[in-house]
Structure formats: structure tokens, C-alpha cells
């Protein structure tokens, strides 16, 4: 006897919140300026180049990478100064670590915590992970709202709470003091999100040793190593011995393992690159303030956010004029007319600027 089996769907298997996501979207850029995507727009130097391409003509690809990526972690250790006791857990960007945690920590009623406007994957991935989310508006120059968090917090008692210090996309490094209530009030781990440590002034690497509930995540994509994905996270070992339950076998491969703790050996070289960006970042500033129209807010990041009136329609044509950046608007009530251009090459960021200046004429 047969029997007709009914059509499955994603509508009748997903979860509905599944359902509701939208993909995170990455514009193509070929042949254009890409200030999109908080990428260091310099290329090392060709010595370094031409040693990484010996190594990675040597490398054992055959093999499966170090599962305890040991080599990596004590470069990253080096660079890093982090307090004794602390240990390391890689991932494949700081997006794997997020989900990571996430699932470390989910259970039904569990609360991921972030404050709003801030990088869009948290949300993301406490609705992949099942978990429920909480947003805690900023101020309105986007600094933290230390009494709604607390009260929010005490509300919520969340399992997880994401900072990103600086955050994006405003750009600007919450005052370190109001972050610390923050880590002494809450129930559950704190993550600091440091993706922008090298253009920023300060760290929480320090305070891990002063807090049980603390942990810090970096990625080095912002650095120079976008194409390697790479991010780590630091702290206790209690914490880290358990979530590396999580972490799928070989995450990391034998090429990412090799060039980064080859890049690692040469910090100085990528420091000295964040360097340059960061003069770049005082230049566009200042050449952003001054231009009619915009108001640019203060970064201490590799990117700047700015305001301006039809911001959908300056960007698109600033891609008209060959010029990619992010269009934040409508993304959050808070980013209304508001876009985010990363800092490039000199010329690139003349060339955006000039762009910029040639759509607020012909609107």
C-alpha cells in the first residue's frame, strides 16, 4: 500500500524566528573603493610577503592542522600581555566565538544582553541559538546608559552580556569605569568585545585577573588578517576548559595557524600600519567636520560614523562614483541618515571625500 508523502518546506521544518532572519548581506565591491567593511587597506610589506609565501608553499596541507593551535596561542600570548593563569581559545573570527558562548549558555529563558546600536551579530545569534535577546538603548551621543543597564540587568539577570569596547557602529570607547559596574552587577559572563583594540587607547585584558565573570575577545581582521579569520578569546581556564567542549575539532587550519603566528612575529609591522590609520582617522575627521551638512561622530575605531540628510541617496551615489561604505539607515532608530565609512589609503579616503562632497551638490 503507498502512500503520498507531503511536501517538506522550510516553512513546516525551520524555526520561525529562523524564518524571520534576513542573511547577512555582503555587497559585492569589485572595482571599487571598499570602505565597507573596517578592513586595513595597506598590504605588507613585500620581505614579509615573499617569507609568508615560502612558508605557505612548505605547508603540510595534507595534514590536519594542530588541534591545540599551541604555536598560535603563545604568539598571541606575547602580543597580547595577558595576566598569568589566563588561557586562549581560538575561533574562525570572533562570529564563532559569539555562537559559541551563546550555545555555551542557552537554556529556555536564557538572556543575551548587548546595548543598542551595536554590532548587529549578537542579536543574530542569540535567535540561532534559541536564546532570548535584550537591547539597552544608548545615549543620545551613544554613550552607555549606566542606570537603564543596571536596571535592565537586575530585570533580566541575563546569562550573557556583550560590550563592544569600541563599539560599532558608532565608533566611540564606553568609559571604562561604567563598564566595570556593569561587569560588578551582572549575574552571568561579561564579553568584552575588543575587535578594535588596535586603534583604541585602552583594554580589559588587564582586569581579567580581578574579575571571575570576565572575558575578552578580540579578532585581528581589523589588524590586516580579515582573509585569514582569526579571532581568540581570553580568560580563566574554568571558563575556556568548558567552552572548548563547544568548539568544533580543526576550526582553525593549517594556513591561518601559520601566516598568523608569522604575522604575530612581525606585531610591530601591523601595529605601525594602526598607526598610520589612526593619523588617517584625525584627517577625516577633521575633514568631515568641516564639510557642510555632515556631522561626524568621534571614533576611536577604524571607521567613522557620520550623519547626513538623504544618507540612502549619498550612498548610493557615492557607488555611482565608485565608492563603497556602509548605509546604516534604517538599520536602528538611532543611526536614522547615518553611514559608516572605513578609514583607507590616503588617496582612498581623498577620493571619498571628493565623492562625498560631489553627491551633496547634485541632490
Given at each position: ?8 518546506t522550510?516553512?513546516?521544518l525551520?524555526r520561525?524566528e529562523?524564518l524571520?532572519?534576513?542573511?547577512y548581506?555582503?555587497?559585492p ?15 605588507l610589506?613585500?620581505t ?7 612558508l605557505?608553499a612548505d605547508a603540510?596541507?595534507n595534514?590536519?592542522?594542530d588541534a ?16 598569568p ?5 581560538l575561533g574562525?573570527?570572533s562570529d ?5 558562548l551563546?550555545?555555551a549558555?542557552?537554556?529556555?529563558g ?5 546595548v543598542e546600536p ?10 540561532f ?14 554613550s ?9 540587568i ?12 569600541p ?10 569605569d561604567?563598564?566595570l ?24 585584558i ?7 565573570n ?7 581582521s ?6 585569514l ?6 580568560g580563566?581556564?574554568?571558563w575556556?576548559?568548558?567552552l572548548e ?9 593549517v594556513?591561518?595557524?601559520l ?9 610591530d ?9 589612526k593619523?588617517?582617522r584625525?584627517?577625516?575627521l577633521?575633514?568631515l ?5 555632515v556631522?561626524a561622530?568621534?571614533?576611536a575605531?577604524n571607521?567613522?560614523l ?7 541617496q ?9 565608492v563603497?561604505?556602509k ?13 559608516r ?5 590616503p588617496?582612498?579616503?581623498e ?7 560631489d ?5
Amino acid at each position: 500500500m503507498s502512500s503520498v508523502r507531503s511536501v517538506v518546506t522550510p516553512e513546516k521544518l525551520l524555526r520561525p524566528e529562523v524564518l524571520a532572519l534576513h542573511a547577512y548581506h555582503v555587497p559585492p565591491a569589485s572595482g571599487m573603493i571598499k570602505l565597507d567593511a573596517m578592513e586595513n587597506p595597506y598590504l605588507l610589506p613585500q620581505t614579509l610577503r615573499e617569507d609568508i609565501a615560502r612558508l605557505v608553499a612548505d605547508a603540510e596541507i595534507n595534514r590536519y592542522p594542530d588541534a591545540a593551535a599551541r604555536e598560535l596561542k603563545t604568539a598571541i600570548g606575547k602580543v597580547t600581555n595577558l595576566p598569568p593563569g589566563m588561557d586562549i581559545l581560538l575561533g574562525n573570527g570572533s562570529d564563532e566565538i559569539i555562537q559559541l558562548l551563546a550555545l555555551a549558555v542557552t537554556r529556555p529563558g536564557a538572556v543575551l544582553l548587548s546595548v543598542e546600536p551595536s554590532f548587529v551579530m549578537y542579536r543574530m545569534i542569540a535567535t540561532f541559538t534559541g536564546m532570548r535577546y535584550v537591547g539597552v538603548p544608548l545615549t543620545d551621543d551613544f554613550s552607555l546608559d549606566l542606570d537603564a543597564t543596571l536596571d535592565t540587568i537586575k530585570r533580566e539577570q541575563p546569562a550573557l552580556v556583550f560590550l563592544a569596547y569600541p563599539n560599532n557602529p558608532t565608533g566611540n570607547l564606553f568609559d571604562a569605569d561604567t563598564v566595570l559596574k556593569i561587569i560588578q552587577a551582572a549575574p552571568g559572563l561579561v564579553v568584552v568585545d575588543e575587535a578594535y583594540y588596535a586603534f583604541a587607547s585602552d583594554s580589559f585584558i588587564p582586569h581579567l585577573a580581578h574579575y571571575d565573570n570576565l572575558l575578552v575577545m578580540r579578532t585581528f581582521s581589523k589588524l590586516g588578517m580579515a582573509g585569514l579569520r582569526l579571532g581568540f578569546l581570553a580568560g580563566r581556564a574554568t571558563w575556556l576548559s568548558q567552552l572548548e567542549k563547544l568548539r568544533l575539532p580543526y576550526n582553525v587550519g593549517v594556513l591561518p595557524q601559520l601566516v598568523a603566528t608569522r604575522l604575530l612575529a612581525h606585531h610591530d609591522v601591523l601595529l605601525t600600519q594602526a598607526e598610520d590609520i589612526k593619523l588617517e582617522r584625525t584627517r577625516l575627521l577633521a575633514t568631515l567636520d568641516a564639510i557642510s551638512g555632515v556631522r561626524a561622530y568621534p571614533s576611536a575605531a577604524n571607521f567613522i560614523l557620520f550623519r547626513v540628510e538623504k544618507a540612502t541617496q549619498i550612498f548610493e551615489g557615492l557607488k555611482q562614483r565608485g565608492v563603497l561604505i556602509k548605509n546604516l539607515n534604517g538599520g536602528h532608530p538611532a543611526l536614522i541618515d547615518c553611514l559608516r565609512v572605513t578609514i583607507g589609503t590616503p588617496a582612498e579616503n581623498e577620493r571619498f571625500v571628493s565623492a562625498l562632497k560631489d553627491c551633496l551638490h547634485s541632490i
